[in-house]
Nanobody
Framework: VQLQASGGGLVQAGGSLRLSCAAS????????MGWFRQGPGKEREFVSS????????YVADSVKGRFTISRDNAKNTVYLQMNSLKPEDTAVYYC??????????????WGQGTQVTVSS
């Protein structure tokens, strides 16, 4: 499985971006998908995840109410809608895939990352 993230960019505080992660292979619909991020000088952290069927989602407290994860299994794509962005959301965002659980304790695959920069 290969993951290709896109949609990052530069946005002002309060703005919105939508990240996409396209997956190759025929097993996408059996994979839990998620997003992580790594800010400057910080460790990589969990952002949000979604089960293979889309019926369960998890969201980090730091983005709850602002970020929404979704997926389209027909398009092999997972999305992260980011609203009300803050400068502290600045990070490289990585998509990830996990065969075992949407809890994402140990993703099996990682995408290459897409930069999100939020200016104040």
């Amino acid at each position: 499985v290969q993951l290709q993230a896109s949609g990052g960019g530069l946005v002002q505080a309060g703005g919105s971006l939508r990240l996409s992660c396209a997956a190759s292979g025929r097993t996408f619909s059996s994979l839990a998908m998620g997003w992580f991020r790594q800010g400057p000088g910080k460790e990589r952290e969990f952002v949000s995840s979604i089960s293979w069927s889309g019926d369960r989602t998890y969201v980090a407290d730091s983005v709850k109410g602002r970020f929404t994860i979704s997926r389209d299994n027909a398009k092999n794509t997972v999305y992260l809608q980011m609203n009300s962005l803050k400068p502290e959301d600045t990070a490289v965002y990585y998509c990830a895939a996990d065969y075992r659980s949407a809890l994402m304790s140990g993703p099996d695959y990682w995408g290459q990352g897409t930069q999100v920069t939020v200016s104040s």
